[in-house]
């Protein structure tokens, strides 16, 4: 009688201990569970994940046959564009650099800001349900990997640093509803707040009514509140809502990353970000 | 059925969803394996096993996913509840009926969780997420729901007489 009362109470016990389990989350004391089984569980994950990754490919391969056509098409005309864009550029950067010389900025790198320390971290595994969106890489603090380290690709701006174990660390992607991200629109230096959407794609949010802002348009990093560094690329716009009754306008802003084929990532691991503190007035960057 | 045969089958479930269903994608949605895997099992042995398997099921997604934990436990623990509340009723019912249990349990597993993650202070966009995530989920875990319940219906066949031992 008593084992069968037991067995009637299970599920009330586990739903208590499930409580309580959320509650030692909130306030961090789940940390070391959770750096022992991940560190146990990483190499099956690993080689889960290359399996995974070749048969991703596989049927992408397929999936993909059919927008080659279209896409090519695009990226020659896309092409010819940019050669022309990429000659004016090298001309603006022989001018810039002569101008630093003048301006005495001689002593500084001009792409300090992004250099650093990297590390390249492998991605292991992926968030087991579509409302979040997380990567796990095979990088801990042993490579010397810290919270809110930014995460890149050579496509742009991936996240940053979210959770840190010995040897593995979670990365809290931009197109997660939770991220928020300060950007600037490259050609007309509109500034606003990139932030996830539920469907895995981006928006940028708070661009004040009075920039300009267009379609096609490259967006980048701003730097602003500290927490990244300037100029990571992280998307095109390609598409304006704006309302004369509202604030500010919103753009919808295509990654540049693919997330869905992420495999290998850097971490900069040179970059200081900086903490705001509760008086500062930065907005939400993180 | 043991516990001891549910963590490490759970475990593995849990594991290939982290590893490999994020890539099985239709439309940028993939199935939840282990949802349905508990929603089976609650349709088959009852509520209080289905919430014990969502218990299992949860746990381990919780400490894979970067979300609060507990946000999976508990929605999967009410998925496998309410699943289990259409018990047996199953085996002689209609083939539709396991479809719109796992529909509907993933309506329930998609509200719970972003109550949690809500609770625990991170930012949900309710509207977008359920009708662009929750809802498109919720069909796919339903067409695949057949191919989840005709085994787990064997093992059902081979564990029936057993209570879960503790």
């Known amino acids: ?286 | 059925m043991t516990i001891y045969l549910v963590i490490p089958l759970l475990a593995a479930v849990v594991l290939v969803q982290t590893t490999i269903m994020p890539h099985l994608t239709v439309w940028g949605i993939f199935a939840n394996l282990p949802l349905l895997f508990v929603v089976s099992w609650g349709l088959l042995q009852g509520k209080k096993e289905g919430a014990v398997w969502g218990f299992v099921a949860g746990v381990a997604m919780d400490l894979f996913s970067g979300a609060p934990f507990g946000a999976a436990t508990l929605a999967l623990m009410a998925a496998g509840f309410l699943a289990g509340l259409g018990e047996a009723s199953v085996i002689r019912a209609h083939f539709a009926l396991p479809l719109a249990v796992a529909f509907w349990a993933t309506i329930v597993y998609g509200l719970c969780f972003m109550a949690v993650v809500q609770i625990a202070g991170q930012p949900v966009i309710w509207w977008e997420s359920l009708w662009r995530i929750v809802l498109p989920e919720a069909v796919f875990n339903a067409a695949l729901m057949p191919l989840i319940l005709l085994p787990m219906r064997s093992l059902y066949i081979r564990f029936r007489r057993d209570e879960m031992e503790w």
Do not use: C
């Open chain 1, 1 to 286: 009688m008593d084992r069968e009362r037991f067995q009637n109470l299970i599920p009330a016990l586990l739903l208590t201990v499930a409580l309580l389990g959320f509650i030692l989350h909130q306030v961090g004391w789940l940390q070391p569970i959770e750096n022992v089984l991940l560190r146990l569980s990483a190499p099956l994950q690993e080689g889960l994940s290359t399996a995974a990754n070749r048969l991703g490919d596989l049927t992408q391969a397929a999936r993909d046959l059919r927008n080659l056509r279209r896409r090519n098409e695009e990226l020659e005309a896309q092409n010819a564009r940019l050669l022309l864009e990429n000659i004016r550029l090298k001309e603006i950067e022989h001018e810039t650099v002569l101008l630093r010389e003048l301006l005495n900025f001689a002593l500084d790198n001009p792409t300090l800001e992004v250099q650093g320390a990297r590390v390249v971290g492998r991605v292991i595994g992926r968030e087991p349900d579509n409302l979040q969106r997380y990567i796990t890489l095979d990088v801990g603090r042993e490579a010397g990997i810290e919270r809110n380290m930014p995460v890149v690709t050579e496509r742009g701006l991936v996240g940053r640093i979210d959770a840190v174990g010995d040897r593995w660390s979670r990365v809290l992607l931009i197109i997660d509803p939770s991220s928020a991200v300060n950007a600037l629109t490259q050609s007309t230096r509109a500034s606003g707040l990139i932030q996830g959407l539920p469907d895995g794609s981006l928006e940028m949010r708070k661009i004040p009514q009075g920039d300009t802002v267009s379609v096609g348009d490259t967006v980048f990093t701003s730097g602003l509140g500290g927490n990244l560094p300037r100029q990571i690329l992280i998307g095109q716009i390609t598409g304006v809502e704006r309302k004369d009754y509202e604030l500010y306008q919103t753009a919808r802003v295509r990654p540049t990353v693919d997330f869905d084929h992420l495999e290998m990532v850097l971490v900069v691991v040179g970059f200081e970000p900086i903490e705001p503190t509760a008086e500062e007035t930065v907005p939400d960057e993180q």
